[in-house]
């Protein structure tokens, strides 16, 4: 996606600007983003491998989605909007969660609202330029999974994950 407005937000999550997307790590400004997990009706959650040219956690295991939400959007409608249009998908949500986090990586810092949503469905993800893959795993798969091989998950997916994991059965 081509750059675009996301909405920086203070301490409390209340709009106070709107700046570039790609602004963000050089402000360091506080945004929003939602993060899907999916889970079908056999209770397995779609876990999906990133593309190799993200430029963080590239071919890592990551949520179903994860995005910024768009200018003047809530979080909600940004998780419907996106779902859609990314993968193909239309169903119920739920919001399991809403975190704050601060994460550094090597070039990048982010300070981020995060809303967590789950969808149950049986639909699978349309592949696309964001993710070449996806897979299910029942919980007590990727508890193993992320022991013994934490390396082939994003970092952002881990933290989400062990936030809501007990809300996730």
């Known amino acids: 996606m081509a750059d675009h407005l996301i909405d920086m937000v203070d301490e409390n999550d209340i709009i106070i600007w709107s700046e570039l997307k790609s602004r963000k790590p050089d402000l360091w400004f506080i945004s929003r983003v939602v993060a899907i ?11 999906c491998k990133r593309w190799s040219h993200k430029k963080l956690a590239a071919e890592k295991w990551d949520l179903a989605a994860f995005w910024n939400v768009d200018v003047w959007e809530d979080y909600t409608r940004s998780a419907s909007r996106e779902l859609k249009e990314e993968l193909d998908i239309t169903c119920e949500l739920k919001m399991l969660d809403k975190i704050y986090q601060e994460i550094e990586h090597k ?13 149950i469905t049986d639909a699978e993800p349309r592949l696309n330029h964001e993710i ?10 990727i ?13 952002g997916f881990v933290n989400d994950f062990k936030q809501v994991r007990d809300k996730l059965k």
């Open 37 to 47: 997990f999916l889970k079908d009706h056999d209770w397995k959650l779609i876990v």
């Open 107 to 119: 070039w990048n810092k982010l300070k981020i609202f995060c809303w967590i949503f789950i969808w």
């Open 132 to 141: 070449t893959e996806f897979k299910k795993m029942t919980l007590e798969e």
């Open 143 to 155: 508890d193993i999974e992320l022991s013994l091989n934490p390396e082939d998950f994003c970092e």
